[in-house]
């Protein structure tokens, strides 16, 4: 049976080094998702991951419970990758990695469509200003309740609606060619 963050992280603060890994294998992939989606680079998602963690184990006694640890860690990672975002800023003219595969059997220039839809909309993600990227990525991409989204910036809620309704607004305008190609031919 799976133990619970609450108690890994009583766990790790008794002197157990081995619930702290375990917390590290459960929440990285979320926070990792989330400084790679903010940096749009492998190697700087990398790196805020493992500032995060080693913040995180020096801060752990200070997380509350508040929020989810989740929630907790994912802040934390947004403080740490500040600086990595800014340098990030600079380099989003470069491609993104590639989207998921098609699935075997898929039609091959509805999977290119696809694909190419896919790219665009991360290119367009990673255009927003980056509080309106923060919101999308933890609302759309990692799919947090506003409430949730807005612990981990440190917002109020209401903020983290306004700030989303501000981002789907500039992804709409970003992405008309593709929404007005997707009606007109897909008839969505």
């Not at 619930?19 to 805020?48: C, D, K, N, Q």
């Amino acid at each position: 049976m799976e133990r619970a963050d609450t108690e890994l992280v009583s766990a790790y603060l008794a002197g157990d080094t081995g619930a702290f890994e375990e917390l590290y294998r459960r929440h990285a992939p979320a926070v990792w998702r989330f400084a790679w989606g903010m940096t749009g680079s492998e190697e700087a998602a990398s790196e805020i991951v493992q500032d995060a963690f080693v913040r995180a184990a020096l801060a752990l006694g200070g997380w509350r419970g508040d929020s989810s640890l989740r929630t907790w860690l994912i802040s934390v990672a947004r403080s740490a990758g500040a600086e990595a975002w800014r340098r990030s800023r600079r380099q989003r003219e470069e491609p993104l990695e590639d989207a998921d595969p098609p699935a075997p059997g898929a039609d091959p220039a509805e999977a290119a469509s696809s694909l190419e839809l896919a790219e665009t909309v991360r290119r367009a993600v990673a255009c927003l200003p980056d509080n309106e990227r923060a919101a999308v990525i933890l609302c759309e991409f990692q799919e947090l309740a506003a409430r949730e989204a807005a612990e981990a910036m440190g917002w109020t809620e209401g903020r983290m609606k306004m700030t989303l309704f501000r981002a789907r607004r500039r992804l709409r305008n970003m992405l008309a060619r593709y929404v007005g190609e997707a009606v007109e031919g897909g008839g969505r």
